[in-house]
DNA sequence: CCGTGAATAT
DNA sequence: AATATTCACG
């Protein structure tokens, strides 16, 4: 018996919001209409299709997935960030029939960590409204007991509708130990006890990039910096840290498994899926000075064609020509005046 | 502090 | 396997 015989308005609303979210997203994409001529129509086609589903008919829609492990916050929809949604060159076959489970699905091929490849499209887009500077607070209560995600955002500044945070006011620091083996120490302070691994939303690394533009590279940048200029509440040090090594590594290696060979019919190798995949020609002559940082030392994952114009705004006053000889101007004022977050290292 | 590499956890 | 955290050096 099928119970969804009648269907509630309400259910439109996310629907209209998704359509409001690809239109805005239209927006940003459209400056890269000469490089992503299909993602443009692909969106267009996709609001259309939208549109059409709200006007009436099955009121069946997809709806994307947050990165973070299964956490969609139990409240609402959030739309947000999600470009994780799937671009097929193909407008008709984006049917996702995935019922039949015979034997081994081994389609878990193409994508393997979008890492750059998705993020290199913020890396350097001009970002018209660039008002970033909205921190984010993100409750990380040290490890609240049990949520190993958590991970939640919100802007300080403005309004702050005060989700669902659970502000711990009776288990102020209460280290669960997930780790089955722990077998003890369970209500020690929690001084020693690994944090939950922190997220790194699409949110929160478009900041780190953004940090590392103003900053003139990735290899320039310095952890305490890159955090300030985040501005992100919880997140410490040595997290950014980590990520920027991460991050590192990524720029020096992207493509491990670059065993392409033994097939003299695949000439064209330089085609991956969104098409920011510039051959290794030494771009980087053209790049005037801190140009090149910004994008992958390593000339793998190069700016599209279109040069993009120098740093929008160099933040840092520091000639970044040369490396940081350990003892020079790192314009280190470390005031802690300088509305230092509310952190507690 | 910062950069790394290793050990470890998820 | 990839990603994150911690620790230890320099």
Same mark, same amino acid.
């Given at each position: ?55 009436? &008919? ?6 994307? =997935? +947050? ?15 999600? $470009? ?6 193909? /407008? ?36 018209? /409204?660039?008002?970033?500077? !909205? ?12 949520? $190993?995600?958590? $991970? ?12 669902? %945070? #659970? ?8 280290? %669960?130990?997930? &780790? ?11 001084? +020693? ?17 953004? %940090? *590392?533009?103003?900053?003139?590279? +990735? ?22 840290? #980590? @990520? *920027?090594?991460?991050?590192?590594? @990524? ?10 060979? +033994? ?46 114009? /120098?740093?929008? =705004?160099? %933040?840092? !006053? ?21 509305? !230092? ?5």
């Amino acid at each position: 018996m099928i119970r969804n015989t009648h269907l509630f308005p309400d259910k439109m609303q996310p629907c209209q919001d998704y359509v409001h979210a690809l239109e805005e997203e239209r927006r940003k994409i459209q400056v890269f209409q000469r490089e992503l001529p299909l993602c443009l129509e692909l969106v267009t086609q996709a609001i259309e299709a939208c549109k059409q589903q709200l006007s009436g &008919t099955t009121t069946e829609y997809f709806h994307g =997935q +947050s990165e973070c492990s299964g956490d969609t916050s139990s409240e609402g929809p959030v739309f947000e960030e999600f $470009f994780p949604i799937k671009t097929s060159s193909s /407008p008709d076959e984006d049917e996702e029939e995935q019922s039949h489970k015979d034997g081994k699905s081994n389609d878990k091929s193409s994508k393997k960590s979008d890492w750059l490849r998705s993020v290199q499209l913020w890396n350097q887009t001009p970002d018209p /409204p660039i008002k970033e500077d !909205s921190p984010i607070k993100v409750s990380v209560t040290t490890n609240s007991g049990g949520a $190993f995600h958590p $991970f939640k955002k919100e802007k300080s500044v403005g309004a702050k509708p005060a989700t669902t %945070a #659970s502000p711990p006011s009776s288990t102020p620091a209460a280290a %669960a130990s997930t &780790t089955a083996g722990g077998s003890k120490k369970d209500e020690k302070e929690g001084q +020693s006890q690994r944090k939950a691994r922190r997220c790194w939303s699409p949110e929160l690394h478009r900041r780190f990039l953004h %940090a *590392l533009q103003q900053l003139g590279g +990735s290899h320039v940048a310095t952890p305490k910096q890159i955090r300030e200029i985040m501005k992100v509440d919880g997140l410490s040090n040595d997290e950014v840290k #980590s @990520h *920027l090594q991460k991050y590192r590594l @990524h720029e020096r290696r992207p493509t491990p498994p670059v065993h392409n060979n +033994s097939n003299p019919q695949a000439p064209p190798q330089f085609v991956v899926v969104g098409g920011i995949w510039v051959p290794p020609p030494d771009y980087a002559a053209v790049a005037t000075g801190e140009g090149s940082r910004a994008a992958g030392a390593n000339g793998i994952y190069a700016p599209i064609a279109s040069a993009p114009p /120098p740093l929008p =705004q160099p %933040a840092a !006053s520091r000639t970044k020509g040369q490396r940081p000889s350990h003892s020079d101007d790192r314009t280190r004022s470390n005031s802690p005046a300088t509305s !230092s977050s509310t952190r507690s290292t």
